[in-house]
């Protein structure tokens, strides 16, 4: 490992340090307060869909339902831990949001208003205190800006990959990330990094992307795309 890359290894460490602990107390009171109001009829929702799993539903895909059976397995049906990856979602877009600031060149100060102020969000905040299929979508779409990000000033076409991964992840929660993989594809088009596009990466992010809903689509099929 070059003298450089270790630096810089070293400084995304220490960047990271505050975003991190900011999320682990932003999650730690979530834990504490999410114990409140008893279950949304949402929530009521998802929570008979984790008792009979299936790859897919009616009004969503399939990864909140699997995640709300992991919560019923690990907590029963406590409040908080019904809740838990909700608000662990949340405190990860939150991480995201300051790295996103570190893209563009922000130094801590600017990266921790970033992670605070996406805390701070009324969507957040709601979406962070109760299990439901946007609670997760929030970090999908945070997710594919990092990785953009990160592809165009790295110019490490392997981040394909990353946002492949992330798309399939966000079908299976919410199919509406397709308009977030529509606006990049013209952004893509519109930009040097379509030359990309004749290159392998971009096609086994997608391939990947697709892998991943595969067995939605399947459902789907079989169910005559409810």
Request: some cysteine; hydrophobic content about 55%; overall charge positive.
């Amino acid at each position: 490992m070059s003298e450089t890359t270790a630096s810089k290894q070293r400084a995304l460490r220490e960047d990271l340090i505050p975003l991190l602990v900011l999320a682990l107390v932003r999650l730690a009171l979530h834990l504490l307060f999410d114990t409140r109001y008893g279950f949304h009829r949402d929530e009521l929702q998802v929570l008979d869909d984790a008792r009979h799993l299936d790859w897919g539903y009616v009004p969503y895909p399939p990864l909140t339902p699997f995640l709300g059976w992991i919560e019923l397995h690990l907590f029963g049906t406590s409040l908080a831990g019904f809740r838990f990856f909700a608000a662990l979602a949340q405190c990860a877009a939150m991480v995201l949001a300051g790295l996103i600031a570190r893209e563009l060149g922000g130094r801590r100060f600017a990266q921790v208003v970033a992670a605070v102020a996406t805390a701070c969000m009324p969507f957040s905040l709601i979406m962070s205190s109760m299990l439901m299929y946007s609670s997760l979508d929030l970090l999908w779409w945070v997710a594919v800006a990092y990785f953009a990000l990160r592809l165009v000033n790295s110019g490490n076409p392997r981040y394909w990959l990353a946002l492949g991964l992330v798309f399939g992840l966000g079908l299976m929660t919410r199919y509406t990330i397709a308009v977030c993989a529509a606006g990049l594809f013209a952004g893509v088009l519109a930009t040097p990094l379509r030359r990309q596009g004749l290159k392998t990466w971009p096609w086994l992010g997608a391939l990947l992307a697709l892998l991943i809903l595969a067995p939605n689509l399947v459902w789907q099929w079989r169910h005559d795309f409810i």
